[in-house]
């Protein structure tokens, strides 16, 4: 577990900014990850364990503190209690959509239009990673975990991380802290075993992303060319050469609002219910039923707005920039904030504070971020 000289965050991040830590340590096997996390805690020094640093926006300052590198890899196929189905239990470091192709090459399903999402799996459920009606959520059956707390690794199930739209009790948001301060060591998935034939999607969204009508079939391969086909047209899948993949992806969370409040907003804003509305379930014990049932009070779903098309309609367009800065709105996708060369944190959060001014003066709505912030301020 040698420390290791440590690079600019700058080098490590998509969004390309970040000073030089105090110190860095690389960690490639688990056993390493674990004894690197137990050294820096006990000395209680600020730390940041780094995947892919593909949802995280770096201040200009030096980070005063310790980056740990998760770099563990494997991929482990185990059999699954339910017929049909079988269990991948993946490190942390490992690559997220070098996860995908291989679950894809296996006639696995589950996460195929997840294709193209960069950082690793061990970032996945933190962020609760989504696209196109799939979310990790739906796969995840559990996790091992290092937790600061009792300095144990623990098997956490799923039902236990509070996974939600874009969120867990590992993240830290914006402004607060984790509700859990622990570190991924592995995940473990349940995928459908579906073969390589071609088969219907039952996902609207993801039919009509990909221009499908309902009823056609086709394989887990198709829709995996297919979606990262689609983000790279939205500058979604990370190119060297290409500015506007210079980013953390979505830079503001499409916003959950209330029925009420997303009636305040235009008929062409695109929105979805983010859960279903069943009326609740009443139970009265026989020995005290009079006869009365009471009308049941239904609650409707709160509902996802896009914020892409709030940030379009407020005047944004693909591509706009503040003068003489080196930070842009990216020429296909709206959502996301790109490095144009060169562009430090400050230009960066100034682009998304207007961002955010712009939305909230017409439309009532105050957006928030979906990377991680670390040393910066919007």
């Given amino acids: 577990m040698p420390d290791v000289e440590p690079l600019p965050l700058a080098q490590l991040t998509t969004l390309r900014t970040g000073g030089v830590p105090a110190r860095m340590i690389d960690a490639p096997t688990r056993d390493e990850l674990v004894a690197a996390l137990l050294e820096v805690w006990a000395d209680g020094e600020p730390w940041l364990?780094?995947?892919?640093?593909?949802n995280l926006f770096v201040g200009d300052e030096p980070f005063e503190g310790t980056v740990v590198r998760v770099l563990t890899q494997g991929i482990e196929r185990m059999p699954s209690p339910r017929p049909g189905f079988a269990r991948l239990r993946v490190e942390a470091g490992h690559d997220w959509d070098a996860l995908v192709a291989f679950a894809v090459e296996q006639g696995l399903?589950?996460?195929?239009?997840?294709?193209?999402?960069?950082?690793?799996?061990?970032?996945?459920?933190?962020?609760?990673?989504?696209?196109?009606?799939?979310?990790?959520?739906?796969?995840?059956?559990?996790?091992?975990?290092?937790?600061?707390?009792?300095?144990?690794?623990?098997?956490?199930?799923?039902?236990?991380?509070?996974?939600?739209?874009?969120?867990?009790?590992?993240?830290?948001?914006?402004?607060?802290?984790?509700?859990?301060?622990?570190?991924?060591?592995?995940?473990?998935?349940?995928?459908?075993?579906?073969?390589?034939?071609?088969?219907?999607?039952?996902?609207?969204?993801?039919?009509?992303?990909?221009?499908?009508?309902?009823?056609?079939?086709?394989?887990?391969?198709?829709?995996?060319?297919?979606?990262?086909?689609?983000?790279?047209?939205?500058?979604?899948?990370?190119?060297?050469?290409?500015?506007?993949?210079?980013?953390?992806?979505?830079?503001f969370q499409n916003a959950v609002v209330s029925v009420s409040f997303a009636r305040t907003l235009p008929d062409a804003c695109p929105r979805w219910p983010v859960a279903p509305d069943f009326d609740p379930v009443l139970v009265i014990p026989l020995a005290s039923f009079d006869g009365y049932v009471p009308t049941p009070v239904t609650h409707e779903p709160d509902v996802k707005v896009s914020a892409a098309w709030l940030i379009e309609h407020s005047g944004i367009g693909k591509g706009f920039r503040l003068p003489r800065s080196r930070a842009a709105v990216s020429s296909k996708h709206a959502l996301a904030l790109t490095n144009r060369g060169n562009a430090t944190a400050a230009e960066l959060s100034e682009l998304a504070r207007f961002i955010q001014g712009r939305v909230q003066a017409e439309f009532g709505l105050v957006l928030q971020p979906e990377p991680v912030l670390l040393g910066v301020e919007l």
């Avoid at 144990?152 to 799923?158: F, K, L």
């Fill in 49 to 54: 364990a780094l995947g892919g640093g593909s």
């Fill in 109 to 251: 399903a589950g996460i195929e239009a997840m294709s193209g999402i960069p950082g690793t799996v061990g970032a996945a459920p933190v962020q609760n990673i989504g696209a196109y009606g799939q979310e990790i959520v739906q796969t995840l059956v559990e996790v091992d975990l290092l937790d600061e707390s009792t300095g144990e690794v623990s098997t956490v199930p799923a039902a236990d991380l509070g996974l939600g739209f874009r969120t867990s009790v590992l993240k830290h948001h914006y402004g607060s802290v984790p509700e859990r301060s622990a570190v991924i060591l592995s995940v473990t998935l349940e995928l459908a075993e579906v073969g390589h034939a071609e088969r219907p999607i039952a996902g609207s969204q993801l039919r009509t992303a990909l221009g499908l009508a309902e009823g056609e079939a086709v394989s887990v391969a198709w829709i995996r060319e297919h979606v990262i086909e689609t983000r790279r047209r939205k500058g979604m899948v990370l190119d060297a050469d290409d500015p506007d993949t210079w980013s953390a992806g979505s830079f």
